[in-house]
């Protein structure tokens, strides 16, 4: 089973949201991502926020109420309680946008999983956002774009292929993260991405 984790950051393209998601996930709604709930249509199993953006529901779902001054994010408690529970999928909905430093913030989310060596994504308009290590990723030609970025120092033995600018045992690092920005894969091939040592962040945009 997935565990959909959703926070407040804006979504409008629901629809294409809804295509990555199932009738049998696990959802939980951080705070104001209830506001998403209904154009998604989901039901959450589980609320947990400190409600400083939403009015705690009355509800008879399980609620999880956090003070407002606190280590973990929202977001942070949502996605511990659910590894705490079994889950070891994540898809994470409403966490990039307006804010910058909640969007940066977020991201470390898919560095989380990755150190527990659980799956997760994280979906927003315009794109699906992972990790990318020593394990070959296949990148379809249905995005239009994708971008590998450097999310915790350098990474090396950078190897892309079947795309329009490859690359082969490169090195990437923080201040020179425009070698990974905007490559396109060739038509009718999947382009393949591996990181020998390190980790990347993979953004791959939709067709628009």
Sequence with gaps: MTCVIIGAAPIKNYKKIRTYLHK???????DAGLNHLKKLRLKPKLIVGDFDS???P???????VLPREKDDTDSVFALKTAISRGFSHFIFL???GNRLDHTLGNLSLLLRCHEKNLSAIMLDDF?????????????PDSFQYFSLLTISGSASG??????????????????NNQLGVSNEILPGKKALVSVRNGLLLLVKCHKL
């Design 54 to 56: 939403h009015k705690k």
């Design 94 to 96: 409403g966490m990039t």
């Design 24 to 30: 049998d996930d696990f959802v939980i709604a951080c």
């Design 127 to 139: 794109s699906e956002i992972q990790l990318v290590g020593k394990k070959e990723v296949e990148i």
């Design 158 to 175: 950078v190897t892309v292929k079947n795309a329009k600018f490859p690359l082969e045992n490169a090195v990437l690092t923080p201040e």
């Design 58 to 64: 009355n509800s008879f779902v399980e609620t999880i």
